[in-house]
């Protein structure tokens, strides 16, 4: 039996299309205990799961004591590429995401130009071809009903609506409940993903402008906006909305909005249980880290009640997913919020820690080992309708991570991949340590290392809806050669 450094050195390679085995590893899923099994791998696909020390199909690499996972699925990035590509790129943010094990990152529209066409959604598209680290599904954004339908065709997994606005977001804002219905409702038809950024903006502006006027300018004043009252009506609104017209929605980066956001969705998935919902892995307390991270804690920093709260709702599938929302902006751009927290935009690197962090809450008792699999990879995998990414079994894409749980490892931002080179989690000790992560069956990161950029591909939708190429507003006709289909 070969060493699994044996392995991980040769780019074990699902493009060299051979069979292999790791043999003896603890698996991690989403529907049952974990069991220590063979898995074998054949090119890009897992073949079968087997009892540990019966599979010999070609060579054996030891991986006896480790932890495998699926990779994570991450439904919320913003990798700045094109438009603000000082800030992030498709390779540097998809070696963070390779870094810290996630395998899938889905990116949101709010790149520059905003993808409100069809035009701009291909262009972006192909713009990202053969760049990327790992696999990438795009949302698409705007309220146009044809160009919603083209860009489904397009191969977008889903929408994301944004009721509430910013610079560099201006085009892609639903500014009413009219606009927010008529984009639910076209999904319905799409039969794809809706992810709401909730808010309401002349609720918020005039927040924010009573307290600039009273002279407050503190990260603590920005976070009452945040989960203020606007925002909350926002919520309140776009709920009701989906559940009147049955059309499920996602809600975007729920922690940010606090506690009374997490009781409101809760009564209103009573009611509607097709609504979900997403959270970062809490990593920030406003009693130790905002003090001293200041603008560069924001938006999502939680206290310790709150922390409780939202890793409760992670552990007992209340929110559905783990999603970073990397948001990575420079020191230049965070700098200014030192001496007046409005002046700074919200929003931190996350994606090389978010896995990291939930495998740090498995050991330490605080996440089942199912729930951990299923918020990581499973639930974004159902809601991006991607039928053989999320999990580990027999016909579904080899995306693995290969987990040392007696290792342990201390957030450096010096040695992580994203473009602007900091970290709010820099000097954190995490018990755990990620050993590799595989692509399709191919070794694309190692302690830290990416082994093989540009590997990763294009991904539609493979459930719900079958949407026709060429529909109304599309411009292409024949899909890209780069495009593949999740199953
Ligand atoms: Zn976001």
Not at 253 to 262: P, W
Not at 430 to 444: D, E, H, K, Q
Request: with cysteine.
């Amino acid at each position: 039996m070969r060493s699994l450094d044996e392995a991980i050195n040769a780019g074990q390679s699902g493009a060299d299309g051979g069979r292999w085995v790791i043999r003896g590893g603890r698996l991690l899923s989403a529907d049952a205990e974990p069991v220590v099994v063979d898995l074998v791998i054949d090119g890009e696909r897992v073949a079968a799961v087997e009892p540990a020390g019966t599979a010999d199909a070609g060579p054996v690499f030891d991986a006896a004591g480790l932890d495998i996972a699926p990779g994570a699925i991450d439904l919320h990035v913003h990798l700045r590429d094109p438009g603000q590509t000082h800030k992030e790129t498709v390779e540097t943010g998809t070696a963070a995401a390779a870094a810290g094990g996630t395998t899938l990152v889905c990116d949101m529209p709010s790149t520059q130009p905003q993808v409100t066409t069809v035009d701009r959604y291909v262009a972006k598209r192909d713009a990202w071809t053969g760049r990327a680290a790992v696999d990438y599904a795009l949302w698409a954004g705007g309220t146009d009903p044809d160009q919603l339908r083209g860009m489904a065709a397009a191969g977008a997994v889903g929408v994301k609506i944004y009721m509430a606005t910013s610079p560099g977001f201006d085009q892609l804002y639903s500014p009413d409940d009219t606009a927010v219905r008529r984009v639910l409702r076209v999904s319905a038809e799409l039969g794809w993903a809706v992810s709401v950024h909730a808010g309401d903006q002349a609720a918020s502006d005039a927040h924010r402008a009573e307290l600039i006027r009273a002279g407050r300018r503190t990260p603590a004043d920005v976070l009452a906006v945040t989960r203020g009252p606007g925002n909350l009506a926002g919520l309140r609104s776009v709920l009701t909305a989906a559940t009147d017209l049955r059309q499920p929605v996602h809600l975007a980066h729920l922690s940010a909005y606090g506690t009374a956001a997490l009781d409101e969705f809760v009564r209103a998935r009573a009611e509607f249980p097709r609504l979900t919902a997403e959270s970062c892995f809490p990593a920030l307390s406003e009693e130790e880290d905002l003090p001293r991270l200041g603008v560069y804690a924001l938006p999502t920093v939680f206290s310790a009640a709150a922390r409780d709260r939202f890793v409760d709702a992670i552990a007992d599938g209340t929110i559905d997913a783990i999603a970073t929302d990397h948001a990575p902006h420079t020191r230049d751009e965070k700098d200014p919020g030192r001496h007046d927290a409005w002046a700074a935009p919200p929003g931190y690197p996350a994606l090389e820690t978010s896995l990291p962090l939930a495998y740090d809450a498995l050991l330490a008792g605080r996440l089942d080992p199912r729930r951990f699999v299923d918020a990581l990879a499973g639930a974004p995998a159902r809601i991006l309708g991607l039928a053989r990414k999320g999990r580990i079994a027999p016909g579904c894409d080899a995306d693995l991570v290969l987990l040392d749980p007696a290792g342990s490892w201390r957030v450096d931002e010096s040695t992580m991949h994203s473009l602007v080179g900091w970290s709010p989690l820099h000097g954190r000790e995490l018990r755990g340590r990620l050993v590799a992560t595989y692509l399709r069956g191919r070794s694309i990161a190692r302690g830290g290392d990416i082994m093989y950029p540009g590997g990763g591909q294009f991904v539609r939708r493979s459930t719900g809806r079958a949407v026709a190429a060429g529909g109304p507003g599309s411009t292409e006709k024949v899909p890209g050669a780069a495009e593949r289909r999740s199953s």
